[in-house]
C-alpha cells in the first residue's frame, strides 16, 4: 500500500508519497543537481549519479511531487529517527516542497528527530530552525563542519 499525503501550500499543491524503485533515476538527478546547486562551497567533481544509491541505502524514502513532477525527497533512518538527506530540486525550492517533505518526517518519529547539517548551508540552517530544529552539538566530517540538531514533538 502507498501511504500519500498532501500538504496545500501558498503555492502548488505538494503530494508526499513512499519511494518506489521507478523513482531512482529521477532521484538520483535531483540529488546530484541539488548538491551542486547548494554545496557550492565543495567541488562536486567526484559527485555521481550513484552516490544516490549508496547515500539512502537502507533508509525510508519520501518523494514530493509538485504538478506530476518529482521536486524533492527526504531518506530517514527509521530506527534512529535520523533524517539523513532532504534534497529538494533547485527548480521547486522556495515553493514549499521542503516544508512538506519536513512535515511528513516528523509525522514518522515518535517523539524526537536527530539530523546533520554541514555549517558552510546557512540557507538549510535557518530553514530547519524555522521548522523546530535546534542546534545540540558540532563534528567533523569529509564534507566539513557540521551541526547536530535535534526536533522535539510538541506535547
Known amino acids: ?21 521507478s523513482d531512482r533515476p529521477f532521484l538520483r ?12 562551497w565543495l567541488s562536486g567533481e567526484n559527485w555521481r549519479l550513484e552516490d544516490f544509491d549508496s547515500v539512502t541505502l537502507g533508509e525510508q524514502i519520501w518523494v514530493a511531487e509538485c504538478e506530476g513532477k518529482r521536486a524533492g525527497f527526504a531518506s530517514v533512518l527509521t530506527n ?8 529538494v530540486d533547485p527548480d521547486w525550492q522556495g515553493q514549499g516542497v521542503g516544508s512538506a517533505l519536513l512535515e511528513k518526517v516528523h509525522s514518522t518519529f515518535t517523539r524526537t528527530g536527530a539530523l546533520k547539517c554541514l555549517q558552510q548551508n546557512e540557507s538549510a540552517l535557518r530553514f ?7 542546534i545540540e552539538a558540532q563534528g567533523s566530517a569529509p564534507d566539513g563542519d557540521y551541526w547536530l540538531l535535534h526536533w522535539r514533538r510538541a506535547r
Open 1 to 21: 500500500m502507498t501511504e500519500r499525503s498532501s500538504i496545500t501550500t501558498k503555492h502548488p499543491a505538494v503530494t508526499v508519497r513512499l519511494w518506489d524503485e
Open 29 to 40: 538527478t535531483l540529488f546530484l543537481r541539488a548538491r551542486k546547486a547548494s554545496w557550492t
Open 80 to 87: 534512529d529517527h535520523f533524517l539523513h538527506s532532504l534534497f
Open 128 to 134: 530547519y530552525q524555522r521548522h523546530g530544529w535546534y
